[in-house]
């Protein structure tokens, strides 16, 4: 199977079955990313799911899609539709520089990929996992971490829970009380540089990111992906440009229609979805290019220079806003 780079993710095509995720997304297609979470090896690959439900405001909505079909619907022997292993967040191969892995709820798994890798390739290469979750009853690769961790003194874990249960043992279950922030780093990390590696949800994203910089990091040591949509500013990012924000027609030339950006949605693909076109998208986050579409004519602007490599001619929906009235292939 292609090789991949610990810390690169799948993005996987998947037929809803009728009545698998309620009858409105009955028969749909849907694209969603998973990060690979063991090290490479060329006879497998492996992901690991973890099922949505709806938000607790909103227990009305339909449960994940896709995490749920994988759970419900997904067994052994099936066939899969899957692009090649992706992503620009990967390990860097310098043995010589220490590592510190920051996974924050399901975002271990691209940790666990990268941690993984290093114990069997650069065993004598230090690493700090810092693993930060609300407790036990979501702590996914316990006893795995823990064996790792006893075996190889290179490797040092800090789980840090923010709500631990009545039963949670600090000590056993987890190291640190909290939130993983600068000031648990200043407290545990040796002196010296390192390279930060984190994914987590949005919120830890959106602190922790900048705070390291804030920090002294240098920013060409924080390497970080999100699961979703987030806002990350570090210092010397580009400011963007502003966006023509009202009155831009947008024409979808497929669809057949032409609609007016108002500048009230966050992205093309929002706003596509809004006047109900069906259009293609994946991690929502500029990284799969699932949504890459045929620009026509006119410019799209992004806040962020996005992470997949966009096509000559071609726009991003997903971190996309017109610039210029638009024509668009979809
Ligand atoms: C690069 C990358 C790597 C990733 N790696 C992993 C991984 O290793 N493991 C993993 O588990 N996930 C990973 N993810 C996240 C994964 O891709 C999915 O986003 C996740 O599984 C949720 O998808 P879903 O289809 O189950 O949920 P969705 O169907 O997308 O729903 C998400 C939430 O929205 C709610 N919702 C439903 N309808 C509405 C509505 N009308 N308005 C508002 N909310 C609504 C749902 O109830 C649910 O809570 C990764 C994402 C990216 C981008």
């Known amino acids: 199977m292609p090789a991949f780079r610990p810390g690169q993710f799948l993005t996987f095509s998947l037929d809803l079955a009728a009545g698998a995720a309620g009858e409105e997304s009955a028969g749909r297609a849907i694209t969603r990313c998973y990060s690979l979470s063991d090290r490479p090896d060329p006879a497998q690959y492996r992901v690991t799911i973890k099922r949505v439900p709806a938000p607790p405001d909103h227990p009305e909505f339909l449960p994940g899609l896709s995490s749920n079909h994988f759970h419900d619907h997904v067994r052994a022997g099936d066939v899969l539709r899957v692009k090649a292993p992706s992503g620009h967040f990967f390990i860097d191969p310098d043995p010589s520089i220490p590592v510190v892995l920051i996974g924050g709820g399901i975002g271990i798994t691209p940790m666990m990929s990268m941690l993984r890798w290093c114990i069997a390739n650069q065993p004598q290469r230090s690493v700090h996992l810092f693993y930060g979750l609300r407790n036990s009853d979501e702590h996914a690769f316990k006893s795995g971490l823990e064996e790792m961790a006893a075996l190889h003194p290179a490797l040092r ?10 039963a949670d043992v600090p000590g056993r279950d987890h190291r640190h009380a909290g939130h993983v922030d600068v000031e648990l780093m200043r407290q545990t990390l040796p ?10 949800p949005p919120a830890m994203m959106q602190t922790l990111v900048p705070a390291l910089a804030a920090w002294g990091v240098p920013v060409a040591d924080i390497h970080y992906e999100a ?11 580009p400011e963007p440009a502003a966006p023509v924000a009202t009155g831009v027609e947008v024409k979808f030339q497929r669809s057949g229609r032409t609609l007016v950006w108002t500048g009230q949605d966050a992205s093309l693909l929002d706003f596509a979805e809004r006047h109900g076109l069906e259009v293609e998208s994946g991690c929502r986050s500029g990284g799969c290019g699932s949504c890459e579409t045929r620009l026509l004519d006119g410019s799209v602007q992004y806040e962020h220079t996005p992470d997949h490599d966009v096509a000559a001619g071609h726009c991003l929906l997903c971190v996309g806003r017109p610039a210029t009235p638009l024509v668009l292939e979809a």
């Open 157 to 166: 874990l800090h789980v840090v829970y923010s709500r631990p249960l009545a």
């Open 227 to 237: 699961f979703g949509p987030a806002t990350v500013k570090l210092p010397g990012a």
């Open 191 to 200: 002196h010296g540089r390192h390279r930060f590696y984190v994914c987590g």
